[in-house]
């Protein structure tokens, strides 16, 4: 047999936000190295479409509504013994501070932040973590190592979902290991949405290797986190953003043209999110 330290022969794992994006690159990728898969995600056509996709056998999907106690209820009793659990699904929506909304922070929170700790406790509750097991969150530089106009929201649920790993790192630990993965801007639906052409060709010239990621450059993180080739690492942040945040002089400084090419993109996207919403 062919020697691969990052083989992943033989376990089970479990995928949410699996649909698209980084979700459907990390499946592909997973099942390649050999895992069986089960996928989750809201969107039943984009899970099957990610399913058609998949090397190998035994691999199924599940269409669940994370926010539900209800739904998350089902998919815990669904699943089997897991060898890796990778907290993937997001969303996310640029607004000014002031213009931060109860229905808006909601959701956010509830998909980015609440949905991956109630769904990890009912699979700690559950016992369904075999020894040796890796569980991945889908992070993000932003908000943690990055700052922007208009990232308030999705910065603070990222941000809160960062400290949740680390304490699960260490109360899983020696059994199961947990670390995430953060990305910088990656080329998916949910980048697309929040910033313009324009924006985005003046923010590529802020990243040293001078473009944004693509869903398998995340995935591949997150295939390392998985094997045992990362067995011996536990609570740690593994940033992927071409190196943007080397050149961060400081978390918070505004430049002296008022905006580092994202940020004020992602101001002005706010801003227009906020007049169609009739807020300004
Ligand atoms: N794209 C980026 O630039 C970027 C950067 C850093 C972090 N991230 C994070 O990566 C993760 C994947 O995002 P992506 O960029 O692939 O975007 P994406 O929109 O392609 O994928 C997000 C998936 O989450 C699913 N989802 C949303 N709400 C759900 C719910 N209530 N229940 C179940 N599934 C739900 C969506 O259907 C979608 O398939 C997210 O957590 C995102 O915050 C993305």
């Not at 909601?106 to 369904?128: D, G, H, V």
């Not at 942040?237 to 430049?255: A, T």
């Amino acid at each position: 047999m062919e020697y691969n330290p990052f083989s992943l022969a033989g376990k089970t794992i479990l995928i949410t936000g699996a649909a698209g994006g980084i979700g459907r690159a990390t499946s592909v990728e997973c099942a390649k190295l050999g895992a069986t898969l089960i996928l989750t995600d809201i969107n039943e056509a984009g899970l099957q479409e990610t399913q058609g996709l998949l090397e190998g056998d035994g691999h199924r999907y599940l269409v669940a509504n994370l926010t539900s106690q209800e739904a998350l209820d089902a998919l815990v009793a669904d699943l089997p013994s897991l060898d890796g659990f990778v907290s993937n699904a997001g969303v996310t929506k640029p607004l000014p501070v002031k213009f931060i909304n109860p229905d808006d922070l909601e959701r956010i929170m509830s998909i980015n932040t609440f949905a991956p700790i109630y769904l990890t406790q009912r699979l700690c509750r559950k016992k369904k973590f075999n020894a040796g097991a890796s569980i991945v969150f889908t992070v993000s530089v932003g908000g943690i190592y990055t700052t922007a106009p208009g990232n308030a929201m999705y910065g603070a649920s990222k941000g809160a979902l960062q400290v949740f790993m680390k304490n699960v790192a260490l109360e899983m630990a020696p059994k199961v290991r947990c670390n995430s993965v953060n990305p910088g801007m990656v080329n998916t639906n949910l980048a697309g949405r929040s910033y313009s052409d324009e924006d985005k060709a003046r923010d590529l010239e802020t990243y040293p290797l001078k473009r944004y990621g693509e869903p398998r450059d995340v995935a591949l993180a997150i295939v390392y986190l998985l094997s045992d080739a990362s067995s011996w690492v536990t609570g740690h942040s593994l940033v992927i953003d071409g190196g943007r945040r080397g050149r961060r002089r400081r978390l918070c400084q505004r430049p002296a043209n008022g905006g580092y090419g994202s940020l004020g993109g992602g101001l002005r996207a706010a801003k227009r999110y906020a007049r169609r919403a009739r807020l300004l």
